[in-house]
Nanobody, 111 residues
Framework: QVQLVESGGGLVQSGGSLRLSCAASGSDFSAYTMRWYRQAPGKQREWVALITTSGGTNYLDSVKGRFTISRDNAKNTVYLQMNNLKPDDTAVYYC?????WGQGTQVTVSS
């Protein structure tokens, strides 16, 4: 069964950094555009970043210049490097490929 497993969340002070990882099982990881989403308490889930099969990237405006998405196809893993974190970044972060969500990892940024 194909799964996405996120890790790397935690509690960090404003201005700090975290790197999220999303490990995918299965042999077709490189064939998919991968995305990160987040959901803050009481809010709808929102898209944060994507990386295409060829390495092209795109970001939510509010995280541009602070977050970097990358992928390692040899490790079936997508990453989200988050720098200069702000309290508004507090959310559960999910990785996604078409038809499949991970379980999420909590990111909490204290002011």
């Amino acid at each position: 069964q194909v799964q996405l497993v996120e890790s790397g969340g935690g509690l960090v002070q404003s201005g700090g950094s975290l790197r999220l990882s999303c490990a995918a099982s299965g042999s077709d990881f490189s064939a998919y555009t991968m995305r990160w989403y987040r959901q803050a308490p009481g809010k709808q889930r929102e898209w944060v970043a994507l990386i295409t099969t060829s390495g092209g990237t795109n970001y939510l405006d509010s995280v541009k210049g602070r977050f970097t998405i990358s992928r390692d196809n040899a490790k079936n893993t997508v990453y989200l490097q988050m720098n200069n974190l702000k309290p508004d970044d507090t959310a559960v972060y999910y990785c996604y490929r078409p038809g499949l969500w991970g379980q999420g990892t909590q990111v909490t940024v204290s002011s």
